[in-house]
């Protein structure tokens, strides 16, 4: 099966009813809150450069649309959904993977975060490098929370003051990132000059075993030995 995944243009603006849609019957099906999206909302993200699609043989495969607030500073990867007819091809990975790298490229140094009660989906931003993460440390800006209004645990959300819901509330952030990155290789560099200097004393050892007796020790070392077994 052929499928492409590509930044969405103009010409996926036939899509946008049927990834709506898509994305709805996906959450009745698994019984959970979704956001509602409008057809025109994702060709809003279409037309600016904003959504990654999947494209099998013409037709529509999987979705995924950047969101971003406070300047950029902020962006989060929502609406990943996978057709029917594509899933179990394991799209929704590479859907993820490309809308991730491609948030970096645009948004340079914004955090990326979402929130989501899909198992899979945790299990993606895992492996991307998403750590689970309080409420407290995403966006506060006020039109994030407020597109979860069309969601069915909404109500559970202003109960709690927007600081917890059903959904996991999950945090790339590329300065701790870099942070782990940077003290990993001065952890590998101390390691490597450890085993670096073991290796050599190891090999010095083996050099000094190695050197053969000097002239007339093995004289005096057979008249050693001979002299003990005498004794």
Not at 83 to 105: C, M, T, W
Not at 108 to 124: C, D, E, Q, R, S
Not at 133 to 143: A, G, H, K, Y
Request: aromatic content about 12%; glycine content about 8%.
């Amino acid at each position: 099966m052929n499928i492409s995944i590509i930044i969405a243009g103009e010409e996926h603006y036939k899509f946008a009813q049927e990834i709506v849609d898509t994305m709805y019957e996906s959450a009745i099906q698994r019984g959970t809150g979704i956001a509602k999206r409008t057809p025109e909302y994702i060709i809003e993200k279409m037309k600016h450069k904003d959504a990654v699609i999947a494209i099998g043989d013409g037709r529509f495969a999987g979705f995924c649309y950047i969101e971003s607030w406070s300047h950029g500073k902020f962006v989060a990867n929502s609406g990943l959904i996978v057709h029917p007819d594509f899933r179990n091809f394991g799209l929704a990975k590479k859907i993820k993977e490309k809308v991730f790298n491609y948030s970096q490229e645009k948004y340079p140094g914004a955090k990326i975060f979402g929130i989501t009660t899909g198992l899979a989906v945790m299990k993606i931003n895992s492996e991307l490098g998403y750590k689970p993460v309080p409420f407290s440390e995403l966006t506060d800006d006020p039109s994030f929370w407020k597109g979860c209004s069309g969601c069915n645990n909404y109500d559970i959300l202003q109960r709690k003051e927007y600081k917890m819901c059903l959904c996991t509330g999950m945090l790339y952030d590329p300065a701790s990132k870099k942070k782990e990155e940077e003290t990993q290789y001065e952890f590998n560099k101390k390691v490597l000059a450890r085993l670096k200097s073991i290796k050599q004393a190891l090999f010095l050892k083996k050099d000094k075993d190695d050197v053969p007796p000097k002239k007339g020790e093995d004289k005096k070392l057979f008249l050693f030995i001979n002299a003990k077994n005498k004794g």
